[in-house]
Each structure stands twice: as C-alpha cells, then as structure tokens.
C-alpha cells in the first residue's frame, strides 16, 4: 500500500491526541524542548492506542491480544525500513525511529506490558511488579534518552530506577480505585498473605492493619528512586529540567504517602498548584533539586 498521508500530517494526528489523552507523560510539558515534541507525541499515541486495546471494553483477552499483535506486525514493518501503510501513528513512529535511531525493542517491551495487562492482574512478589515495570515504565525513560542522544549505561539504569519508582508510586495512589473499578491489585499478595490480610481489608475505611506491607513497600521504592536521581542532573537543558521535575514530583508524592496516618494511608494525596510551581522552581537549580531531594528521601 502506498503512503497518501505525509510525515507532518502524521506528527499532527499524534500531537492532537496526546494533548487530549495527557496524563503522565511528558508530551504537554512547557518544558519539553520543541524539538522532542513531535517525537514523543508519537511514541505517546503509540502507547496510548496499546493500551486502549489492552483496555477495550468487553472484548474477549483472545480479540485484545490479537489487537496487540498486529501493532507488533506493524513495529516489525518499521523495523525493517518497509511500513508503507496509511496509520498515522506508524507513519509518524517510523520517521521517529529512523531519525533518531530508536531500538524498536523498546516499543515492542511496551507491548509485553500490554499484553500482561490483558492476562494478568495480581502479582504475587515485589519481584514480579519489578518485572512488570521493566516492561511497563522503563522503555519510556529509556526511548527519551535515546531522542536525546546516545545515553550511557549509568544512564540507563538510573532511567530504570527512576520510571520504576514512578510506576511503582503511581500504583501506590490508586489501590483502591484499581481494585474497585479494574479488578487489578498491584500489591504483592504473598506479603499481604504473611499479615494475614486479604484483599478485603484493602477495601476498609481504616488501614492500620496495611501499613506493616505498605510502609515497606514505600521505603522499598525511596531505595529505588534514589538509585537514579541523580539522571537529571547529567542531562543539559530543558530536558534535563523536565527530568529532575518529574523525578522531584514523584518524590513528592512519595513523600506525602509515607507521612500520611496508619490509619489513613490509602489516601491518594494530591500536589497542588502551590507544590508544583514549587518542585518546577526546584528542579531549575541543580542546587536547589539536590537539597529538596536530600530532604525527601
């Protein structure tokens, strides 16, 4: 088949729906430099339609997964150079992958996530969820650094770190709502099995029976984050800034989690305005960023 839509009208598909789907991913930041924002929006509607398939209303897990599988057929078309479909997403993907010499590797990890996603929604171990953020978060911070340039192997795994801990930190925010309205639970049930909890005490007003698992598990993900906090202070710029902002804010987070009550702690604690502007105004100062995170974690 060949290409009737251009590169530019694909860019400008992929930037409207990442504007009106944003959420966690940097494709809105002011901070972002102008030249990554086409690119990443279409690494963005990448994700975003994987996981509308791996989510798709009543669908059968078999129709989901064969959804996944043709996204991995098309990866595999830009892989080998030879996409000359008319999806505006891959038509922008491809010239992504091409001129910034993306691994495609790192698209296809995301869609072992997705894919999970479709079969999976219990872990048992803190090692399990470690896996599913390998696939999940990781590839993310990783397909950044690559736009960005050639990133060094402490790079890498201090990206690990840090979208692992977000992941994991994102997760610890909406249990409940998780639970409830996906049927999915990211907390590790052997470690809930030890206390003597079920999934039942997750749902009760009073959580002092959680926090032995939960304060663990948040002193856990401090670990994790601190192994790569230092990333955005070895990137120039306006990503570099992006960077040590999205770390400092998830530190925040972390750190309202950890301060909240036994018996309050599934509270999702929400960073106002105030805090935001605060963190964007600690991240310019490499400075100022490492005495706020010295503070926190």
Not at 74 to 90: A, E, H, M, R, V
Request: aromatic share 8%; glycine share 4%; net charge negative.
């Amino acid at each position: 088949m060949t290409q009737i839509l251009s590169v530019d009208s694909a860019y400008s598909h992929c930037l409207k729906l990442a504007q009106s789907h944003y959420e966690n991913f940097p494709v809105a930041s002011i901070l972002l430099p102008k030249y990554l924002r086409k690119p990443i929006a279409a690494i963005y509607a990448f994700a975003r339609t994987a996981d509308d398939y791996a989510d798709e209303g009543d669908l059968p897990a078999a129709m989901r997964i064969q959804q996944l599988d043709q996204l991995s057929a098309q990866l595999k078309q830009i892989q080998t150079g030879g996409y000359s479909g008319n999806d505006p997403i891959f038509i922008a993907l491809q010239d992504t992958v091409q001129h910034f010499k993306l691994p495609v590797q790192l698209l296809e990890d995301l869609l072992i996530a997705f894919r999970q996603d479709v079969n999976q929604n219990r872990y048992q171990s803190f090692d399990e969820l470690l896996n599913y953020c390998r696939y999940s978060a990781n590839p993310v911070g990783r397909l950044v650094l690559y736009l960005a340039g050639e990133p060094s192997s402490q790079q890498l795994a201090q990206s690990d770190a840090v979208c692992t801990a977000l992941q994991l930190i994102n997760f610890y925010q909406d249990i409940v709502q998780d639970l409830t309205e996906q049927n999915r639970l990211y907390l590790p049930l052997q470690e809930l099995s030890e206390h003597d909890l079920t999934e039942q005490d997750i749902l009760k007003p009073d959580t002092r029976q959680l926090t032995p698992v939960l304060r663990s598990l948040y002193q856990r993900t401090a670990n994790i984050m601190a192994n790569g906090v230092l990333l955005g202070t070895t990137i120039p710029g306006r990503l570099g800034w992006e960077i040590r902002a999205m770390t400092l804010g998830g530190v925040t987070t972390l750190a309202k989690l950890q301060s909240q009550p036994d018996h309050q702690l599934l509270n999702r604690p929400r960073l106002s305005r105030i805090t935001l502007f605060g963190v964007l105004m600690d991240a310019i100062s490499l400075k100022r960023y490492d005495s706020r995170i010295q503070s926190l974690l």
